[in-house]
């Protein structure tokens, strides 16, 4: 096994890395159950099931050190562990695929490509979890996904690996596939909670937490898809081997960074774990588009504040990325040349949360219409001095609204301010955007 690690091996070699979540990819289709059965895949399960319990499975996710995709990076194990055992009634596991998030569609590739890793995964941790129900909560638009999950739980039943008393294991567990209408609110757990109950998808008040009291007030666990993915090689490599794939000690694993914009390679691509954001760019991404110079980033999604050049040598992990005034988050990186102009790039992100608002706290459903006809008036010449303290204000006070929609959607608004106060300043001093609109 040839496994990169950091410094030691170039960018160019990182096909020499063993990938995880796309090991088993075909190139231009959906691998079969065949395959994957074939090709180990079920094996951590089977060895799971036989030898070991749910807390050995629950305990080798702790020492793995997996932190969760969906965007907080909450450790995994430790949010396991907060499920409550000995109370009364069903407890269920809930895999987040509703994948909303401007730049971001990791979920979607690994489930177009192989949807048996997910069905793994959820097995496992449901068996960690002693859950028998668990759902599968997919954006409506991924239809393929979808299909490609729906056949994959048949097809797991039909062998024996979900149903009643697997493997002869004692453990039964049901898989339900649900296509959510589609909101970006209907990520949030509490919503998609609410959401799978049949009500309307606002966000719950936390605490009580879904660990504790989520779908139908019973213990819930939310993960996200690629979090759950990743569980099966964690058994049947090892919490240590699996740690070891990151490019520095500090991180874990291996991640999905979805790639857009003005690079030449827009991919998903399976990377360790704290690669740098220079590495990530000019490796796998191939560099700027010719005629571009790298200006600015989104580092994990749009609700993540940009990055520029300073941040060029930043290790792109959970830790990191935080120290260095931004977020990891989906690991969704959208890359801005030298003719972008960020007041726009800004406006645009901004459109998008003020529509998907729920509507449902104040802060949220009036503050960002507010803060999107703040940029746009600035965007159109119309803006005037105070402008940019409004914009400050807001992003301080968006931080009271109920959920996490509204602070993570002004991240881009806070990088803006922080790192392109003087190209604000210069369309309200103008009176026009100094860029040409292509
Ligand atoms: C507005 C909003 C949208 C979200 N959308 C998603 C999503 O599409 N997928 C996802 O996994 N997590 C999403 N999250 C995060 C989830 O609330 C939750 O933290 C996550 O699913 C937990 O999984 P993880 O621990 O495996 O990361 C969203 C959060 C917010 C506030």
Redesign the pocket.
Known sequence: MISYRGGLCPPGQLHLMEKILFKHNRPDRVITCDEYCSEGGFSALRAALSGMSPEEVQQATIDSGLR???????P?GK?WSFVPRNLPGPRYLIC??????PGTYK?RVLLEKNPYLLIEGMILACYALGVEHAFIFIRRGYEQAAENLLRGIAEARKAGLLGSNILNSGFSLKIELHQSAGR??C???TA?MNSLEGKRANPRAKPPFPAVKGLWGQPTV????E??ANIPAIISKGPAWWKAQAATPEAAGTKLFCISGHVRNTECFELPLGMTLGKIIDGPCGGMREGSSFKACIPGGASTPFFTREHWDVSMDFDTVAKAGSRLGTGGIIVFDQNTCMVAATLNLIRFYARESCGWCTPCREGLPFVEHILERIENGQGESGDIDILREHVNHLNYAF???AP?AMGPVDGLLRHFEDELREHITHRTCPFTKV
């Open positions: 969760g995709r969906g965007g907080a990076g909450f995994t949010k987040n695929a509703d994948e909303m998030e979920d970006y609110i990520g949030e757990e998609l939310v993960n996200n898809v979090t759950l959920c996490a929609l993570g």
